[in-house]
């Protein structure tokens, strides 16, 4: 079966961010939609950039966690998922895009997509779909600083 970039991802298109949820190393955002029944939740467990009009916002910057909080309520208007450039989803003027780097992995998952209604999911993985630059960090790869995996 081949797998199709972006057919999971862009469903999020029309939802809005209900709600995010910070906890130690990794990210959540729920969505929802007034006309269909399911809060989807996108998981990242390596950080994504914010890309504002101002210019693009790093975890750890100042003003990270303001550029987050502030996509709340707003709608994703596109998605994009492709071969070697990871995930983006765009709302109206920002966008989240996540193309990490080797040592910014803290263990085998990078992102999840999860909670629809029709049980569709989606895990990515460091030499998986959209992350083929990282196969050499893979489920089977060196560890890295701050690797969660168990020794």
Request: glycine share 10%.
């Amino acid at each position: 079966m081949t797998y199709e970039f972006n057919a999971l991802l862009r469903r999020l298109v029309g939802y809005h961010l209900q709600s995010i949820h910070l906890a130690g190393g990794y990210m959540q955002f729920t969505f929802s939609s007034l006309s269909l029944r399911d809060n989807p939740v996108l998981t990242f467990e390596v950080m994504p950039v914010v890309e504002t009009p101002a210019g693009p916002v790093v975890n750890g910057q100042w003003g990270y966690a303001d550029a987050i909080r502030a996509l709340i309520g707003h709608h994703v208007t596109d998605t994009e998922e492709s071969a070697g450039e990871g995930l983006r989803v765009e709302f109206a003027e920002t966008a989240l895009n996540l193309q990490p780097a080797a040592e910014e992995l803290l263990g085998p998952v990078i992102a999840v997509l999860s909670d629809f209604a029709d049980g569709g999911a989606r895990t990515w993985e460091p030499g998986g779909p959209a992350f083929e630059y990282l196969a050499a960090y893979g489920p089977d790869r060196q560890r890295v600083a701050g690797d969660r995996r168990p020794t």
